[in-house]
């Protein structure tokens, strides 16, 4: 609910899809090299459906949990992206990958308490760098957030409860922090995919 409302605020008349990697069965690359010609996985579509919604995007946003540290399906995407882009470019050092130029931001987030500098700094170097990295190689450009933030924003938790009827922490956050951490983001990415877009 609160995620909603934060989308509702941030995006107003913007028509915004929620794609959870979570609800798609994703596989790892083999390495094949099928998709050469095609741009899509002869072995995973859902893969398929994620890259298809990707490339009609006018701007993506990553929002990425800290696991160890990339979450594995944001893995097995990059890779697939960057196999697609390796064999063309390999045949073609001037190839403009389909994802060339679209904007992307990055929100990164953890278990660690907010207030640690300690930990938005691990969160930079854990996430926030390698997935820039990885959209980079595909050509996407990556939007920060301003000074400070050039690859993106991270923020931790407020709280952490262990509830005695439960196996899972409590989490809580400070969504006014976070509104006010990803705002700069969400208009930056806005405002790259406006510029972006052709002149009719």
């Known amino acids: 609910l609160v995620r909603d409302q934060l989308l509702a605020e941030f995006c107003g008349a913007v028509e915004v899809e929620i794609l959870r990697l979570i609800d798609y069965e ?33 701007a993506v946003i990553i929002v990425s949990p800290h696991y160890t540290p990339i979450p594995s399906k944001l893995v097995m995407l990059f890779e697939k992206l960057e196999e697609m882009v390796y064999l063309r470019t390999s045949v073609d ?29 691990y969160y930079k170097t854990a996430l926030l760098d390698p997935i820039a990295t990885a959209l980079s190689i595909v050509h996407m450009k990556v939007i920060g957030a301003g000074e400070g933030w050039p690859y993106g924003v991270a923020f931790g938790v407020q709280d952490i409860r262990l509830e005695r009827s439960s196996i899972f922490l409590d989490i809580r ?13 969400v208009r930056n990415v806005a405002q790259a995919a406006l510029e972006a877009r052709p002149a009719r």
Not at 27 to 52: E, T, W, Y
Not at 173 to 182: F, P, Q, S, Y
């Open 26 to 58: 994703l596989i790892p690359c083999r390495m094949c090299g099928k998709c050469f010609d095609s741009l899509h996985c002869a072995d995973d579509p859902a893969f398929n459906q994620v890259f298809d919604r990707l490339t009609h995007a006018d």
């Open 93 to 121: 050092p001037n190839y403009r990958f389909v994802l060339y130029g679209k904007p992307v931001g990055i929100i990164a987030h953890g278990g660690q308490r907010d207030e640690d500098a300690r930990a938005l700094s």
């Open 173 to 185: 956050h400070n969504w006014d922090l976070v509104k006010a951490r990803i705002a700069p983001l």
